[in-house]
């Protein structure tokens, strides 16, 4: 066990120690949520080295959200149990290992494989640098801390797909993974040399059958979900191994909710669900994770394969939104404050949902413009709307039940990007294929303007590329298939994105039947 003088920086009694603790808790959020959005501009990149299509690729991301979701409700019990230092040190092993694995990952299965684990090591990352921060920190400069601590998951929705894209353009994909190696074992030196060992002596009992049946019912749920209309799958949905898991699925749920409600001591306390403000606003929470975590997946996809941007480009298309969300919560605390917290939380929703409104009508011609404006004005209703609902889902939880009140919203913020991910990710599947149906359908080759269009790219393909007569119409006709298919793509995210507008006004509803009130406490929103 390190022992420190009290002249010692690293002292947990010395004025500075608390401070140096949380730039290392700042390193670690930084790189848990930079992960969790680096990896969408990437994702054309793996499907093309793997050969994969979007059916599977998508659980990169999801297995990601997926193990933070199991990880966060038992990382706090844990922690109370065998350390919080030991279990942040672990936490950062975790992810860094699996950093590596990722990097050096063959096949698109260890690659997901390998994302489990990077996502088991940020879902303890995370929900332990803000319990140290907030045990180490009087009152009185609590908010400042935590502000910083905000700051660097801000600062990472902002600049991972940059980043990301960065990486990935000027060397390989495999760095994006990479890069975490080196800042993890620093981080794990650093929580080594600075972090004190605080273990809470009145640890409560674990609910082994809450975390069993919660670990099934996820990764079944999501499953069955993204393999109902896969290429794979003939049957559809009424495959029986989609209905065999889809009962375990509901059974393991029926499970979870019966035991968090019976036992004394639940993983993940549901009966706060309960409390009026709290039940209402994770509902809200839900649908807005869905719109806001599936339309992050899939807008690098369509700026990458549809108008050819590089990962760079379209990594740098996100850079405002996590600038802009920063600027715009302060003011949205503000107007909750002095007039009512349903304000900015409508006003919010309007423009959340109108800006996917906006990506809804897409194409192969689409200006960078139209695009950064609706970014711009998904960055602004970000900010009004998760402070305002942040403040009111807490205002009537007591105070020692906040941190099992924290568990449970970044618990089903996981669980409805998860989700968001699969249902989005599975819904451009089938809509790719009906529209390329319905396109394929209205060509007849043997009317006039069919036999029309097909002459005139044979003619510029003979005359403008040199292709031999005998060459030019099987040419031609494959140009025509190949926009035909082009077109359905970029019709199916147009579909994707008006179903995630159309969730975002469904989970405004719930808004009306808050109560609201006005407050002098404001407190971080969360990042994406």
Same mark, same amino acid.
């Given at each position: 066990?390190? =022992?420190?003088?009290?002249?010692?920086?690293?002292?947990?009694?010395?004025?500075?120690?608390?401070?140096?603790?949380?730039?290392?808790?700042?390193?670690?959020?930084?790189?848990? %949520?930079?992960?969790?959005?680096?990896?969408? %501009?990437?994702?054309?990149?793996?499907?093309?080295?793997?050969?994969?299509?979007?059916?599977?690729?998508?659980?990169?991301?999801?297995?990601?959200?997926?193990?933070?979701?199991?990880?966060?409700?038992?990382?706090?019990?844990?922690?109370?149990?065998?350390?919080?230092?030991?279990?942040?040190?672990?936490?950062?092993?975790?992810?860094?290992?699996?950093?590596?694995?990722?990097?050096?990952?063959?096949?698109?299965?260890?690659?997901?494989?390998?994302?489990?684990?990077?996502?088991?090591?940020?879902?303890?990352?995370?929900?332990?640098?803000?319990?140290? #921060?907030?045990?180490?920190?009087?009152?009185?400069?609590?908010?400042?801390?935590?502000?910083?601590?905000?700051?660097?998951?801000?600062?990472?929705?902002?600049?991972?797909?940059?980043?990301?894209?960065?990486?990935?353009?000027?060397?390989?994909?495999?760095?994006?993974?990479?890069?975490?190696?080196?800042?993890?074992?620093?981080?794990?030196?650093?929580?080594? %040399?600075?972090?004190?060992?605080?273990?809470?002596?009145?640890?409560?009992?674990?609910?082994? =059958?809450?975390?069993?049946?919660?670990?099934?019912?996820?990764?079944?749920?999501?499953?069955?979900?993204?393999?109902?209309?896969?290429?794979?799958?003939?049957?559809?949905?009424?495959?029986?191994?989609?209905?065999?898991?889809?009962?375990?699925?509901?059974?393991?749920?029926? =499970?979870?909710?019966?035991?968090?409600?019976? %036992?004394?001591?639940?993983?993940?306390?549901?009966?706060?669900?309960?409390?009026?403000?709290?039940?209402?606003?994770?509902?809200?929470?839900?649908?807005?994770?869905?719109?806001?975590?599936?339309?992050?997946?899939?807008?690098?996809?369509?700026?990458?394969?549809?108008?050819?941007?590089?990962?760079?480009?379209?990594?740098?298309?996100?850079?405002?939104?996590?600038?802009?969300?920063? #600027?715009?919560?302060?003011?949205?605390?503000?107007?909750?404050?002095?007039?009512?917290?349903?304000?900015?939380?409508?006003?919010?929703?309007?423009?959340?949902?109108?800006?996917?409104?906006?990506?809804?009508?897409?194409?192969?011609?689409?200006?960078?413009?139209?695009?950064?404006?609706?970014?711009?004005?998904?960055?602004?209703?970000?900010?009004?709307?998760?402070?305002?609902?942040?403040?009111?889902?807490?205002?009537?939880?007591?105070?020692?039940?906040?941190?099992?009140?924290?568990? #449970?919203?970044?618990?089903?913020?996981?669980?409805?990007?998860?989700?968001?991910?699969?249902?989005?990710?599975?819904?451009?599947?089938?809509?790719?294929?009906?529209?390329?149906?319905?396109?394929?359908?209205?060509?007849?080759?043997?009317?006039?303007?069919?036999?029309?269009?097909?002459?005139?790219?044979?003619?510029?393909?003979?005359?403008?590329?040199?292709?031999?007569?005998?060459?030019?119409?099987?040419?031609?006709?494959?140009?025509?298939?190949?926009?035909?298919?082009?077109?359905?793509?970029?019709?199916?995210?147009?579909?994707?994105?008006?179903?995630?507008?159309?969730?975002?006004?469904?989970?405004?509803?719930?808004?009306?039947?808050?109560?609201?009130?006005?407050?002098?406490?404001?407190?971080?929103?969360?990042?994406?």
């Amino acid at each position: 066990m390190l =022992v420190r003088s009290r002249d010692s920086a690293f002292h947990p009694q010395h004025d500075s120690y608390k401070w140096f603790l949380l730039a290392n808790i700042m390193l670690g959020t930084f790189m848990a %949520v930079l992960d969790a959005t680096i990896v969408n %501009v990437g994702l054309p990149k793996i499907m093309a080295s793997f050969g994969v299509g979007l059916d599977k690729i998508q659980w990169v991301s999801t297995a990601y959200m997926l193990a933070m979701a199991v990880a966060l409700p038992t990382s706090g019990w844990l922690a109370d149990k065998f350390g919080y230092k030991r279990l942040y040190f672990l936490g950062l092993l975790l992810f860094t290992l699996g950093s590596m694995m990722c990097g050096r990952s063959s096949d698109e299965n260890m690659l997901i494989f390998s994302r489990v684990i990077q996502g088991f090591g940020a879902g303890t990352i995370q929900p332990l640098g803000m319990a140290i #921060i907030t045990r180490e920190f009087p009152p009185n400069q609590r908010g400042v801390a935590l502000g910083f601590w905000g700051i660097s998951a801000a600062a990472s929705v902002s600049f991972g797909p940059l980043i990301g894209g960065f990486l990935i353009d000027k060397f390989s994909w495999p760095l994006i993974f990479d890069v975490n190696i080196p800042f993890g074992i620093i981080a794990m030196l650093f929580t080594i %040399v600075i972090q004190g060992e605080y273990i809470n002596k009145l640890a409560r009992k674990f609910d082994m =059958v809450g975390f069993i049946s919660v670990t099934i019912f996820l990764p079944l749920t999501l499953y069955t979900l993204s393999q109902g209309n896969t290429a794979t799958n003939s049957e559809g949905w009424h495959a029986p191994y989609i209905l065999i898991n889809g009962a375990i699925a509901i059974i393991a749920l029926a =499970v979870f909710i019966t035991a968090e409600l019976t %036992v004394k001591e639940p993983l993940l306390d549901l009966r706060l669900l309960l409390n009026h403000n709290f039940g209402i606003a994770n509902i809200i929470l839900v649908l807005f994770s869905l719109g806001m975590f599936g339309s992050t997946f899939l807008l690098p996809i369509y700026l990458q394969n549809s108008l050819g941007y590089s990962a760079l480009q379209a990594g740098s298309v996100f850079l405002p939104v996590g600038i802009i969300q920063g #600027i715009t919560a302060p003011i949205s605390g503000k107007i909750s404050d002095k007039i009512s917290a349903k304000v900015p939380m409508f006003v919010g929703v309007f423009l959340f949902a109108f800006s996917f409104y906006l990506n809804s009508n897409l194409s192969w011609l689409t200006e960078l413009r139209f695009i950064m404006i609706s970014l711009y004005i998904r960055g602004f209703a970000m900010g009004l709307m998760f402070t305002a609902l942040t403040t009111v889902s807490l205002s009537e939880i007591p105070r020692e039940k906040m941190a099992q009140a924290s568990a #449970i919203t970044n618990s089903i913020r996981q669980l409805g990007g998860s989700l968001g991910v699969a249902l989005l990710a599975t819904l451009l599947t089938s809509r790719v294929s009906f529209h390329s149906q319905d396109f394929g359908g209205s060509i007849k080759q043997g009317s006039e303007v069919y036999q029309q269009t097909v002459n005139k790219i044979k003619y510029r393909i003979e005359h403008d590329a040199g292709s031999s007569p005998s060459n030019a119409p099987r040419q031609s006709q494959a140009m025509l298939l190949s926009n035909l298919n082009k077109q359905a793509y970029i019709q199916g995210i147009n579909d994707d994105f008006l179903i995630a507008a159309i969730l975002t006004l469904i989970g405004g509803i719930p808004i009306i039947f808050l109560h609201t009130k006005k407050t002098n406490k404001q407190i971080t929103p969360p990042h994406e």
